[in-house]
């Protein structure tokens, strides 16, 4: 079964002013059918939240933990959640 599932991620490392967000935006929309934001946090981190079916977030889950990213990710941690809609597509925030 492939439900709609949310997935919230934080991303540490050197993943701001190096074009992570974007990354993260152009992987959701290479996926498909994801939406949601990717932002940058006070304290470093970079946000994602994805929503759509769990196989495709779990992809962009995979996408931001490897080492082909721009910058450099020391680890994410991430929690799954119901969905609560309410985005157009995916945005950089």
Known sequence: MNENVRLTAWVRGRVQGVGFRWFARENALRIGGLTGFAS??????????????????????????????PGRVEGVTEIWGEPRGGYGGFEIR
Do not use: S
């Open 40 to 69: 940058n946090l006070a304290d470093g981190r970079v946000q994602v939240v994805a929503e759509g079916t769990r196989e495709g977030c779990e992809r962009l889950l995979d996408w931001l933990r490897t080492g082909d990213t």
